[in-house]
């Protein structure tokens, strides 16, 4: 836990500072109103990625002092990290980085992890034994994965608290598997990124007083995809199913939004819009205030919202904490995921919401 505690300290110090200084900065300030997936209403700063990366490099690099047999393979992951990191960043900074230029950057973060760490998808743990696939398929698979790990948290950033506590739930979990597998570099690591968003948590919720950004959810998500897939390659005893029931969340929100855009919607799946369930559970289920533009009441539903897919992206994390070992399990608990949210999303959107969902303001008192 002491690289928890180091990169805890260390990232609620510098986002304390980032805030304090951050109206220094105009283009960091989100200002923003009115967009489709928007739920503020004052100037925020949105690089809360800049604390965490330096709050993860400052853990890290003391890390490194105590057990230096983790320099190598830790500071190529940071190289990688930051190649995703540097277009959020500067994107959160300026607005001038597209989307497509910052998924570009974050594959190439892959793939020179893929270089210089040997990260890649090798195999896929079947209930009937393990298939190796093809080395014409490793890369490319690889580089999509990873990038689509870090752009899927980036999807799933909508709310206060949402992104961060549920990554830092998945991150624990593979701490804890690093641990029963003997996997020192991805327990530091992973310990390293939970503590350091925590500490950015601190001051995300419940209020918002900065948020994440696109350079902290590409950074994030960029170190939780690598650490799932270095902990499942290097590990042969962790299925590959784990990491799959693990991310399936905002790796499910985001194939299912390019869907709907595109074969329900039919509009490019890049295109943002404010129908994800976070943003369904925010308009339709969240209604315990009166007066829905009212600042106050705004901000208090919105971080009522982020509890709800707390508890739902549990529902994965847990199971493949439990049944790391078990692929029967993990499969079918993937497809009771799949089930769930497909359940849950076409009910809220036909405005039928379960009712055990609707807690209304007597209920919070």
Not at 34 to 54: D, E, K, M, N
Request: glycine content about 6%; some cysteine.
């Amino acid at each position: 836990m002491f690289s928890f505690l180091v990169s805890f300290v260390c990232s609620t110090l510098l986002t304390l500072l980032v805030i304090k200084q951050a109206k220094l900065y105009e283009p960091a300030l989100d200002s923003d109103f009115q967009g489709v997936q928007r739920a503020h209403t004052h100037l925020v700063a949105r690089i809360g990625g800049l604390p965490i990366y330096l709050g993860v490099v400052v853990s890290a690099s003391i890390s490194i002092w105590r057990e230096p047999s983790l320099l190598h393979t830790m500071a190529a992951l940071l190289l990688c990290a930051f190649v995703a990191f540097s277009g959020g960043i500067v994107e959160d900074y300026t607005g001038t980085v597209r989307a497509s230029r910052r998924l570009l950057l974050t594959m190439a973060g892959a793939w020179l992890a893929y270089l210089l760490l040997d990260a890649k998808i090798a195999r896929l743990d079947l209930p009937f034994g393990v298939y190796v696939l093809s080395a014409w398929i490793v890369l490319p698979l690889t580089v999509l994965a990873v990038a689509g790990i870090a752009n899927a948290v980036n999807i799933i950033d909508g709310f206060n608290g949402l992104a961060s506590m549920v990554t830092i739930c998945m991150l624990l979990s593979l701490a804890y598997v690093a641990l029963q597998v003997g996997d020192v570099f991805v327990l530091v690591a992973a310990l390293t990124v939970a503590g350091a968003t925590a500490g950015f948590l601190v001051w995300n919720y419940p209020v918002g007083l900065i948020f994440l950004g696109d350079g902290g959810a590409y950074f994030i998500g960029f170190m939780l995809g690598e650490l799932a897939l270095l902990l499942v390659m290097r590990n042969p005893e962790v299925s590959t199913w784990y990491a799959a029931l693990l991310l399936i969340y905002p790796a499910f929100e985001t194939v299912f939004s390019a869907y709907r855009r595109m074969f329900v919607r039919g509009k490019s799946p890049a295109v943002p819009d404010g129908i994800h369930l976070h943003s369904l559970i925010f308009r339709r289920v969240v209604r315990w205030t009166v007066g829905r533009k009212e600042a106050r009441a705004l901000l208090k539903r919105n971080a009522r919202t982020s509890p709800y897919l707390w508890l739902f992206s549990l529902m994965a994390v847990i199971p493949a904490t439990l049944f790391w070992q078990n692929t029967i399990v993990l499969i079918i608990f993937c497809l009771l995921f799949v089930i769930s949210y497909l359940w849950l999303y076409a009910r809220i959107v036909r405005f039928r919401s379960p009712r055990w969902l609707i807690w209304r303001k007597k209920d919070w008192q």
